[in-house]
């Protein structure tokens, strides 16, 4: 398994401002991925972290919106820019150990925005 | 893109009871997983099951891709088994991403 750590583990943030959720890794991986889950609902990909590239984002998500930096193999961070109240949700990142295909998720960040 | 779905989607149980979830999937997947949601949100792993059958204790789980569906079995339920349950699924040359079926709210009762 792998060991993910998140950071913080829940905010209440104002609407306009940003905030940056940290996830660290005790282990190198390729790849680290961001997955949103707004109240109620199921878990939607962000978008995916690789190291020493931009991060590929998926529909419906971008980078000004939420940039990601990956600046090695063990940590990745995402920021949730100029929020608004549906920002609200808990925010997790999720990794596959090296050589497997199983995914292992971080404790998550509860993000309350008023 | 690949439909997730799951059943049913919410439960109830009083404790001691057995229960089966259902979760369909729409194409040939490369990785299917089964997660637990506590109340605190995070998710725990409980099974990787691209095919085949595993059992953990009081959970089992069985995956039939041919047919594209998994089935969580959990029996003499507690407490504490109480949450949502998610089914995941990666799709044949998506680079380990998931697919997250809308999940089965589970509430055991004592």
């Known amino acids: 398994s792998a060991v993910i750590s998140q950071k913080p583990s829940r905010d209440i943030c104002q609407r306009g401002t940003s905030l940056t959720i940290q996830c660290q890794v005790d282990?190198?991986?390729?790849?680290m991925f961001w997955y949103r889950q707004q109240p109620g609902q199921s878990l939607t990909l962000i978008a995916t972290?690789?190291?020493?590239?931009?991060?590929?984002?998926e529909s419906g998500f971008v980078i000004d919106k939420f940039p990601i930096s990956r600046p090695n193999l063990t940590f990745s961070t995402l920021t949730v820019s100029n929020m608004s109240p549906e920002d609200s949700s808990i925010y997790l990142c999720?990794?596959?150990?090296?050589?497997?295909?199983?995914?292992?998720f971080g404790q998550g960040t509860r993000l309350t925005v008023v | 893109g690949i439909q997730v779905e799951q059943s049913p989607p919410d439960l109830i149980l009083q404790e001691g009871a057995n229960s089966t979830l259902r979760c369909n999937f729409s194409?040939?997947?490369?990785?299917l997983q089964w997660f637990h949601q506590n109340p605190w949100g995070q998710l725990i792993n409980l099974f990787y099951?691209?095919?085949g059958t595993k059992q953990n204790g009081r959970l089992s789980a069985t995956t039939v891709a041919t047919e594209r569906y998994s089935l969580l079995y959990i029996s003499s339920s507690q407490t504490t088994d109480s949450g949502v349950y998610f089914c995941?699924?990666?799709?044949?040359?998506?680079?380990?991403?998931?697919?997250f079926g809308k999940g089965t709210l589970l509430t055991v009762n004592p």
């Open positions: 999720s990794v596959n150990p090296t050589g497997r295909a199983e995914a292992f």
């Open positions: 282990s190198q991986v390729t790849m």
């Open positions: 194409d040939s997947v490369n990785n």
């Open positions: 099951i691209p095919s």
């Open positions: 972290a690789n190291q020493g590239s931009e991060a590929t984002y």
């Open positions: 995941a699924v990666e799709v044949e040359g998506s680079n380990y991403k998931l697919t």
